[in-house]
């Protein structure tokens, strides 16, 4: 080992780039075998809710039909990159019915292999290809084989870095040379030291006995159920683990002679394709498809490091320590001054690589340093990371965090005992290999089960944008935040872009529409004419005019509303008699929200919300006011303060219900019928806090898309249709649920044309109607 | 005369029924013939932008293809009414190329009878059957006396208040027979009294010479050119004027014998049909095609009142008072004791009529009371108009108005020399019967043109809209005002209803492309991927992370403002250097317009608007800051107070030019210039206000849609293509105009999906590029 390349770390710290040091391109792939409750390779199809696995960016299969994959987008940063890894992780296990991913790299209960499922994709020339290449490889490895699975971690640096270094270190190079060298650099340097990250991410040491017959038998038996070998870390990365028959040793001078190397192997019948060249890091181009073309063409596009095995102990099999820890020995790859990776290096890879695998928790264990030098493995790893110590001070930042990941892997080199591999190898001893990584399973589920309605990295934006981005993620479309604060996100299937702002707000409606449903007097009229039934009312642009018409309500029931808004603010109901003062009040908190205001007939029933999305009602909801349900002992207020303490109560639409206020509105409410916040309800005792029931002001959503009959569907579906509206939440009072709609036992009181989509897939109370997944098909995406 | 039905009258004071009384659905058609300068009757088509004559609601022909017909659409006021006719007269006037519209009953000078064209209507077989009826008048009463012109005016009662009195009269009738009685009597008296309206509104006393000879040679010739009778009032209500050949005695008792009479007419070859029954006031039916059919089956729906002259002292050939006059008739025909209007009735009605028409300016003129009683005609008058004073103090409102009507009314009656007819004489004998109507003809276009950009009665609204309902009034397009504050309307052309608001908002975009344009950051992104030039820059949240960025933008020109505005309001621009304070102060201003705002690249050159409609470019305009330009003497203070005063200004966007207004921003910019609102220009110095340019701070708009070369056209088409928006504004840098665009020397910098069309219509410089219709071009109406 030489050291840091000094001339380059001063270069980067007189130019302020230590900065980009921690940016880059980063993605992960990851592979899951679905089991079933007892750890069964499961034998059902891949969930179909994941579209056309060949198209789909995020959720596809591998090998198997069970073997799901998961792949996060390109992002600038590893957090963004372990967060959407959490969110894969959530969306595939939520998912699956009935069914667990299997959290270790080794396979679970594996049947005989004829059923083992190869990989089904569609029936385009891509589709055959895949199932072609699978069919070979279940020929020459076997099936069982590809069934380990594990994490592709794919890094790659930004242009703009790599540009700063070109200008200073690319004389006489043209830029794409200049970026092969770098990327050849680290990719050699990666495999050199590839042991040392075996040793740390190594997590498979112990095989079901379902496995291959005539490996098991050249392993040891333990806990009955399933067999190892002393002292391995990863089977997976050992010589019965996923690899190449030979270790084909390539040259990595440039990319010409790499290229030519893998060519030969081809042309020669030892491999089937550049793609079966399973080297533990992969120099990735352009284009997939004739990767090795692409790479004399463009250069190369970014590395893949494909050793890193699943860590049961993480519900993501990765935790963001390993991905900085990587990061970490990437980074000291590049940064490392240049040596050649001849035949000598390479078979010493291989041998560290092999002995590591197998053997490394023997603390004697000793690598090579080369063909005739030996040292402690624990040694070895220490001496690079007493690099790494000086690259983070280079860094700069996160250097807190960085120095505990450089520790804890100092630890583990010096108590082989701390290793994930051990740790793994105790639970097993403890329970069993199948006990132990069930029982991971379901607890992970339970895990992605309590945070059903989050999606990590993106819980500033609504709720609402959340269940059409998890809905696309489910279907593969690529995705882009174009402004957070407003929602707007464009969405992209490869075929063409949509754009929508708080999921409801899209190309399908023409404004036209949208301007009808903002305007409620507009509605009203519109609906009107069409024979629809709605409330009665005036508008007033000032409060005395509105305040003269006393005598025209005063023996109605009315609603008294700001003629724009949005989640009911500034709403005042009186259903029966009113006073005179409470009357002006209420106008003027309506005035206080708009310059013009609506004074209504209130119709008698239960209000129901519609949601009409294209030519079909998905989702009705009863939507409850604000209310708390009385214990005997508590306040008004304590029981407010403990219903709000609910996880799934929140503010700005970003849970699946909003905190209670009490507010002016509420004080009022309670006034007229007598109480106040101090009041005591009775034990059972429901006490409501609004009269409206929006969910935006705390009230509780009740599904009973089910209930509604046909003919109250019909009339929603009209009324969207009548404004030309694909996307539309209709209001109605509903007298009796029972009775079917006639002339004017019903009334539409208000459309809206940003529907809160969420309220449909998380009500209080029941089911989820899946609207992200209808938005996209709606979108056609 | 039995004078007022006490019962009926006590009965609506009761009731407070009389603030009903000046309501009703009224309506007016007026004909025009068209004339050269020289007032020879016109021999070109009709418009072509009055589209197609039989499905425009307001603008048609009549008889010949040279007599435009004006309809008002129903409304529930005179005011309206008026209102609607004045609007009528102006766009006729200013779409007529070298011609004027002929302000007199009586013909203009008429050609040989082979030049007077009858009207050319489509091919559809209504057009051939309207065609076909005036043939066959043609034939039968020759094509010069289908030239004489006048007012038709429509009434019917409001249903609610024909209600109210069926409730209490109309036992054991049905609704429909009770409304048959009602408009049964009011036209019986109408018939009965017609005479004292054609004595106050005659005014065709005088016919060019070039009128049918027959006729000519039974008159009297004055003045050279022209033919009277001595004492003359209406030539076109007298024996000559537009009559059937025979004085037809009809059954008024109801409606069956009504129809049954006329019938027994058409079926005797008396008369063609229905509709040419020419009674001095006609039952109207619900459907116009098959009168008489459903004047039994639905009743009479409206009176039509046909015996009133256009009054050329009027531009619009009749004035407020004299519709109110009428309605003051047809009240007292309705509260009249019921009379019957059986033969003798009739027959003396069509004797006063003549009687009134042909000799009414003899202050002697007795007319019939019966058979047998005859009296003066000022005093029969003086008698009705008794009892109309009861009634006015019934209906209690307007009442100064109404008295002064009658008052007028009673003049008249007294001073024969007062009417109408008899100033038309004086007239005519003092210059000549073309030089005084052609001089009136050219007053009132002169007066149009002053009026170019108002539409009365809907001043209110913004510009734009009122540039687009007046081309749908062009079009003949039904519309409706949904909400006025909105400038909200429906348009509605008999095959389709399209809303729009504030002109440009319309079904034609999608929700999308206007979320697009609303954001600034998105549209630069959206547009910046198809390779279009935006300036680059970045958005902030908080006023302090603005200011911190100084250093990045203080060696740049830069413009800041609101993330959300329109009409510029909020927006800084720095061209050249520019200190922290000033920076900061303008990160002030834009945060009080938004709660984030963006900083800018400032392009180099001049700014251009861009008004993108479908596939084209259909105006371009330059807008010039706010300025004034100096006279060596006042105030920058009194310049701008001299240029607000121009009628061309005023304020939100109801005038085509703005008030320029002396803010902060204003002052801040002189401040720049080292001036204040006190510095007095030099004679010829222009001084600039304002960074921005738009016309709502106070900029002047120069049309320059010619001199902008098609590349610049072509990127401006494909921005609003790459938003998928149908109406875009785009603002577009052009660092030189008479050079191609190339890559880098213009750039979009904004996109507007609420442009303000009237600039286009109304610039300070340029022509009208008629955007209302293009719109309605481009929603296919």
């Known amino acids: 080992m030489k050291g840091l390349d000094k001339e380059i770390i001063k270069y980067i710290c007189e130019n302020n780039l230590e900065r980009d040091l921690l940016k880059g391109n980063f993605g992960i792939e990851k592979e899951n075998v679905r089991v079933d409750k007892n750890g069964r390779l499961s034998t059902t199809p891949h969930p179909k809710v994941f579209g056309d696995r060949l198209n789909n960016l995020y959720i596809t299969t591998d090998f198997a039909e069970s073997q799901v994959e998961m792949v996060t987008p390109v992002v600038d940063t590893l957090e963004e990159t372990y967060e959407f890894l959490d969110n894969l992780q959530n969306i595939v296990s939520l998912e699956l019915e009935e069914e667990l991913l299997w959290p270790q790299s080794n396979p679970p209960i594996l049947p005989d292999d004829e059923k083992i499922y190869i990989a089904n994709f569609n029936d385009t020339s891509d589709g055959k290809e895949a199932r072609r290449y699978r069919d070979t490889l279940a020929e020459k490895y076997g099936k069982k084989i590809q069934l380990i699975s594990g994490i592709h971690y794919n890094f790659s640096l930004k242009d703009k870095f790599l540009d700063n270094l070109y200008k ?52 040891k038996n333990i806990n009955e159920e399933s067999y190892h070998i002393e002292d391995i870390v990863s089977f997976r990365n050992g010589s019965y683990g996923y690899k190449n028959e ?11 002679s790499y290229v030519r190397d893998i060519e030969e192997l081809i042309s020669s019948g030892e491999l089937d394709s550049a793609r079966e060249f399973y080297s533990p890091v992969r120099l990735k181009a352009e284009e997939n498809k004739d990767t090795l073309n692409s790479l004399l063409k463009d250069g190369i596009k970014y590395l893949e490091l494909r050793f890193i095995d699943l860590n049961p102990f993480n519900k993501n099999g990765i935790d963001l320590e390993t991905l900085y820890l990587v990061h970490l020995l990437v980074l000291f790859s590049l940064f490392q001054e240049d040596e050649p990776f001849d035949e000598e290096s390479q078979k010493v890879a291989y041998k560290n690589h092999e002995l590591v695998a197998s053997f490394g928790r023997n603390k004697n264990l000793e690598l090579y340093e080369n063909f005739n030098t030996k040292n402690l493995l624990c040694n070895m790893g220490k001496n690079i990371f007493e690099e790494i110590r000086k690259l983070i001070s280079v860094i700069g930042e996160k250097e807190e965090f960085l120095i505990k990941v450089v520790d804890d892997a100092i630890d583990k080199l010096e108590n082989p005992n701390k290793t994930i591999a051990n740790k793994i190898v105790e639970k097993v001893l403890e329970k069993s290999y199948m006990d132990f990584h069930i029982e991971l399973a379901k607890e992970y589920l339970k895990e992605s089960k309590e945070n059903e309605f989050k999606l990590t990295g993106y819980e500033d934006l609504e709720l609402s944008t959340q269940v059409l981005l998890k809905a696309s993620i489910k279907r593969g479309i690529k995705f882009e935040i174009l402004d957070r604060k407003d929602n707007f996100i464009a969405l992209d299937n490869g075929k063409k872009v949509e754009y929508t702002k708080q999921a409801t707000k899209t190309s399908l409606d023409p404004y036209s529409s ?24 005036k508008d007033y642009f000032n409060s005395s005019s509105a305040k003269k018409d006393f005598t025209l309500f005063k023996d109605k029931s009315i609603v008294i509303k700001p003629k724009f808004t949005n989640f009911g603010v500034g709403i005042t109901i009186f259903k029966d008699t009113f006073s005179k003062e409470s009357y002006e009040r209420a106008i003027d908190i309506a005035f206080e929200h708009d310059d013009s205001i609506l004074i209504e007939e209130f119709l008698k029933g239960n209000e129901y919300r519609f949601l009409v999305l294209g030519d079909k009602v998905e989702g009705v909801l009863n939507r409850v006011p604000a209310n708390v349900v009385g214990d005997g002992k508590s306040s008004i207020e304590e029981l407010i303060n403990r219903k709000n303490s609910s996880p799934l109560r929140g503010e700005g639409h970003r849970t699946p219900l909003e905190i209670i206020t009490i507010g002016e509105i509420e004080k009022m409410f309670l006034n007229q019928q007598g109480k106040d916040i101090n009041y005591v309800p009775l034990d059972g005792e429901t006490v409501y806090l609004r009269e409206n029931s929006n969910i935006s002001t705390g009230g509780d959503s009740i599904d009973c898309t089910e209930d509604i009959l046909k003919s109250y569907k019909d009339i929603a579906i009209k009324a969207a249709k009548t404004v030309g509206a694909s996307i539309c939440g209709v209001d109605m009072i509903i007298e009796d649920i029972s009775q079917d709609a006639t002339k004017d036992n019903y009334g539409i009181i208000e459309l809206n044309f940003n529907p809160a989509v969420y309220m ?3 009500p209080y109370k029941g089911v989820n109607r899946n609207i992200g997944e209808k938005i996209l098909d709606l979108l056609d995406l």
Chains 1, 2 share one sequence.
């Open 168 to 219: 200073e270190f690319g004389k006489g190079l043209t830029f794409t040379d200049f970026k092969n060298k770098v990327y050849l650099k680290i990719a050699k340097n990666l495999l050199r030291y590839r042991w040392l990250l075996i040793y740390l991410t190594g997590a498979s040491p112990i095989v079901h006995k379902t496995y291959d017959e005539k490996i098991i038998n050249n392993m």
């Open 246 to 256: 030979k270790d084909f040793i390539i040259s990595y001078d440039n990319v010409e």
């Open 514 to 537: 949208v301007m009808i449903m903002e305007n409620k007097l507009v509605t009203k009229h519109v609906l009107d004419k069409v024979g629809i039934r709605v409330p009665i009312g």
């Open 760 to 762: 449909h897939c998380y």
